[in-house]
Nanobody
């Protein structure tokens, strides 16, 4: 059973930075899509950043975070990180890391329903 554990959330003022990390355990050696999603109450879970272990595609970002967020991974350590710079109040949400087995080359899916494994979520609060 794959387990994902997030860390690094917290509170920050607008314009500040946070770095989220996601550590995976017991990850069989296959290709994966790894993603960061975020969700606010009453809204659907939104894909923020996506990356694949086969690196067949460039990382993908939601339009609202392009140029501010950077997703990265350490394949050997099974960790995925999200560096968030120039944070805005509207970035406040619960952030989740997720992963799924990648069976073919191409972009990772943006739908949350495609992802099998999820972390418990970490809260990010940005104040003005």
């Amino acid at each position: 059973q794959v387990q994902l554990v997030e860390s690094g959330g917290g509170s920050v003022q607008a314009g500040g930075s946070l770095r989220l990390s996601c550590a995976a355990s017991k990850l069989p050696y296959v290709e994966y899509c790894k993603a960061w999603f975020r969700q606010i109450p009453g809204k659907e879970r939104e894909a923020v950043a996506l990356i694949s272990t086969d690196m067949s595609e460039s990382p993908q970002y939601a339009t609202s975070v392009k140029g501010r967020f950077t997703i990265s991974q350490d394949i050997e350590k099974h960790t995925t990180s999200l560096q968030m710079n120039n944070l805005k109040v509207e970035d406040s949400a619960t952030y989740y890391c997720a992963s799924m087995t990648k069976l073919q080359r191409g972009p990772c899916p943006q739908q949350s329903t495609a992802y099998t494994y999820w972390g418990q979520g970490t809260q990010v609060t940005v104040s003005s």
